[in-house]
C-alpha cells in the first residue's frame, strides 16, 4: 500500500501562487487514481481535484477550476496542486489522498497548512 505525505503548504497573500506536492511511496503508485481534499477551521473536508492514473483525466470543483492545475509524475510518485490567484477562502488544510477509483480513496497524507492572507 502506498503512503502519501504533503509539502509546500505555507503562508501567502491573495492573488499570489503555491504549489503543493504529494510524494507517495511504493511500487503500485501508478495504478492509484489521486486526489487533492481540503478543510477549513470548522467546515467539512471537501473535494479539490483528482486526476487519473495516467494523468489525461481530471476533475475540479467549481470554485477552484481556472485557478488550480492538479498533474502527476508516475515516474517520480509525485503528484502536484498548483494554486494561483489564491483568493482568503482558500484558506485550510490541503490533504492528497488515492484510491482504486474515482468515488473510494483509502489513503490519506497528514496534510499541509495553506494560509491566504488579505
Known amino acids: 500500500q502506498v503512503q502519501l505525505v504533503e509539502s509546500g503548504g505555507g503562508l501567502v497573500q491573495a492573488g499570489g501562487s503555491l504549489r503543493l506536492t504529494c510524494a507517495a511511496s511504493?511500487?503500485?503508485?501508478?495504478?492509484?487514481?489521486v486526489g487533492w481534499f481540503r478543510q477549513a477551521p470548522g467546515k467539512e473536508r471537501e473535494f479539490v481535484a483528482s486526476?487519473?492514473?495516467?494523468?489525461?483525466?481530471?476533475h475540479y470543483v467549481d470554485s477552484v477550476k481556472g485557478r488550480f492545475i492538479i498533474s502527476r509524475e508516475n515516474a517520480k510518485n509525485m503528484v502536484y496542486l498548483q494554486m494561483n490567484s489564491l483568493k482568503v477562502e482558500d484558506t485550510a488544510i490541503y490533504y492528497c489522498?488515492?484510491?482504486?477509483?474515482?468515488?473510494?480513496?483509502?489513503?490519506w497524507g497528514q496534510g499541509t497548512q495553506v494560509t491566504v492572507s488579505s
Open positions: 489522498a488515492a484510491g482504486p477509483d474515482i468515488l473510494t480513496y483509502d489513503v
Open positions: 511504493g511500487r503500485t503508485f501508478s495504478t492509484y487514481r
Open positions: 486526476i487519473s492514473r495516467s494523468g489525461t483525466v481530471t
